[in-house]
Nanobody
């Protein structure tokens, strides 16, 4: 499985970024994770393997929106009102057994850096 992210970059506090990910094959349960050096990777959002509905971590709710283009095996993460604490490497992920506490994925992309400057 190949997952290729794009769209990361440097933005000021309150700004927006849109991340994209193209997968080599279709997965229902796909989403985004992020990681800060020295900390564990954490889930940001995912499409449920049960019904395909979108789920968001508390910090992402109301600010981040995940969408997908099934025809292109692509998912997107629109991030608005970015904060300094959103600075991290963001990973596209596939084959996520469940969304929520202690969630994880079987496959991750190489990651894209998002830096929010205050």
């Amino acid at each position: 499985v190949q997952l290729v992210e794009s769209g990361g970059g440097l933005v000021h506090t309150g700004g927006s970024l849109k991340l994209s990910c193209v997968a080599s094959e279709y997965w229902t349960a796909v989403g985004w994770f992020r990681q800060v050096p020295g900390k564990q990777r954490e889930g940001v959002s995912c499409f449920s393997s049960v019904d395909g509905s979108a789920y968001y971590a508390d910090f992402a709710e109301g600010r981040f929106t995940m969408t997908r283009d099934r025809a292109k095996n692509a998912i997107f993460l629109q991030m608005n009102n970015l904060k300094a604490e959103d600075t991290a490497v963001y990973f596209c992920a596939a084959d996520i057994p469940f969304c929520g506490s202690n969630w994880y994925a079987e496959y991750y992309g190489q990651g894209t850096q998002v830096t929010v400057s205050s």
